[in-house]
T-cell receptor
Framework: GAVVSQHPSRVICKSGTSVKIECRSLDFQATTMFWYRQFPKQSLMLMATSNEGSKATYEQGVEKDKFLINHASLTLSTLTVTSAHPEDSSFYIC???????????FGPGTRLLVL | AQSVSQHNHHVILSEAASLELGCNYSYGGTVNLFWYVQYPGQHLQLLLKYFSGDPLVKGIKGFEAEFIKSKFSFNLRKPSVQWSDTAEYFCAVSLDPSGTYKYIFGTGTRLKVLA
């Protein structure tokens, strides 16, 4: 149980385009989802916390207009990287928590390359 | 600011050697503590967690961790490692368990086990 999927697993796009990444909890309802960014050989950096039906809470230094997060249902959250630039190239990971909220379950990540 | 430190960035061991990975956090309040493992090319998987009670926690695959409140530490141990334990290990701390359940991750420790 507690499986989280992400789609796509890899995406290459041109600079200036927008990219949408989906995060789904497959076998539980996720009241809260988190979005992280992981740089090569570094730890996970929390970008934002997403609660179903409400606006996401962004961490300091993360541009909310750049990284749009929508949590429209209890099993789906999306991250849209708008007007992507090469510096946005990274590994993006989502996690989801069931209603008990105590433990996060992680998706496999999405590798974004912006040319 | 709250932080999580993993002092060992790279560890190389031979099979059957004992493992101990350090994790220290800086936060004076109530915390939930986690160890996650990321095998090459895979997503983060929960090894074990501590919320309360017995400070010695046993997890999957023979791993255990001990919470020492006075030292703000949550070190991960395994008596005898296997080649298949080669992975990256992340310590995470959830502050204010009654709140948002956000994690702060340590920088990770890359473990390589030589056959």
């Amino acid at each position: 149980g507690a499986v989280v999927s992400q789609h796509p697993s890899r995406v290459i796009c041109k600079s200036g385009t927008s990219v949408k990444i989906e995060c789904r909890s497959l076998d539980f309802q996720a009241t809260t989802m988190f979005w992280y960014r992981q740089f090569p050989k570094q730890s996970l950096m929390l970008m934002a916390t997403s609660n179903e039906g409400s606006k996401a809470t962004y961490e300091q230094g993360v541009e909310k207009d750049k990284f749009l997060i929508n949590h429209a249902s209890l099993t789906l959250s999306t991250l849209t990287v708008t007007s992507a630039h090469p510096e946005d190239s990274s590994f993006y990971i989502c996690s989801a928590t069931p209603p008990s909220k105590e433990t996060q379950y992680f998706g496999p990540g999405t590798r974004l390359l912006v040319l | 600011a709250q932080s999580v430190s993993q002092h060992n960035h790279h560890v190389i061991l031979s099979e059957a050697a004992s493992l101990e990975l350090g994790c220290n956090y800086s936060y004076g309040g109530t915390v939930n503590l986690f160890w996650y493992v990321q095998y090459p090319g895979q997503h983060l998987q929960l090894l074990l967690k501590y919320f309360s009670g017995d400070p010695l926690v046993k997890g999957i695959k023979g791993f255990e961790a001990e919470f020492i409140k006075s030292k703000f530490s949550f070190n991960l141990r395994k008596p005898s490692v296997q080649w298949s334990d080669t992975a990256e290990y992340f310590c995470a701390v959830s502050l204010d368990p009654s709140g948002t359940y956000k994690y702060i991750f340590g920088t990770g420790t890359r473990l390589k086990v030589l056959a």
